[in-house]
Nanobody, 122 residues
Framework: HVQLVESGGGSVQTGGSLRLSCAAS????????MGWFRQITGKEREGVAT???????SYADFVNGRFTISKDIAKKTLYLQMDSLKPNDTAIYFC?????????????????WGQGTQVTVS
C-alpha cells in the first residue's frame, strides 16, 4: 500500500518561491509516474507537472518555466520547486503516484493521492 504525504505549503507574496515535498511510503521505483496536481477553489483539479524514470518531465502550459518537478529516489520524496509565484497559483496542491494512463499533466488517472497542501499567494 502506498501513502503520500505532502508538505511545504504556506503563504507567500507574489514573486516568491515555495518548495513542496511529497514523501512516499510503501513505494519505490522510478519507473512509475508521479505528479503534482492542484485544485483552485471552485474549479476542477488540474495537472501541474509529472515525472517518470526520474528524468522525463512534463509541465502544464501555465507553468511557463516557473516550476520544476524532481525526485530524490533515496529519500522516496517528490518535489515541486515553485518560483515566480502568482496569486492565481493559490490552490491546494496534491501529489499523486502510479498513473494508469500516460504520464502527462492532462491525465489525472492516478492510483494513489496525498491529502494536499495549501499554497496561498498574495
Amino acid at each position: 500500500h502506498v501513502q503520500l504525504v505532502e508538505s511545504g505549503g504556506g503563504s507567500v507574496q507574489t514573486g516568491g518561491s515555495l518548495r513542496l515535498s511529497c514523501a512516499a511510503s510503501g513505494y519505490t521505483g522510478s519507473r512509475y509516474c508521479m505528479g503534482w496536481f492542484r485544485q483552485i477553489t471552485g474549479k476542477e483539479r488540474e495537472g501541474v507537472a509529472t515525472l517518470v524514470l526520474s528524468t522525463t518531465t512534463s509541465y502544464a502550459d501555465f507553468v511557463n518555466g516557473r516550476f520544476t518537478i524532481s525526485k530524490d529516489i533515496a529519500k522516496k520524496t517528490l518535489y515541486l520547486q515553485m518560483d515566480s509565484l502568482k496569486p492565481n497559483d493559490t490552490a491546494i496542491y496534491f501529489c499523486a503516484a502510479v498513473s494508469t494512463g500516460p504520464c502527462v499533466p492532462g491525465n489525472n488517472r492516478f492510483r494513489y493521492w496525498g491529502q494536499g497542501t495549501q499554497v496561498t499567494v498574495s
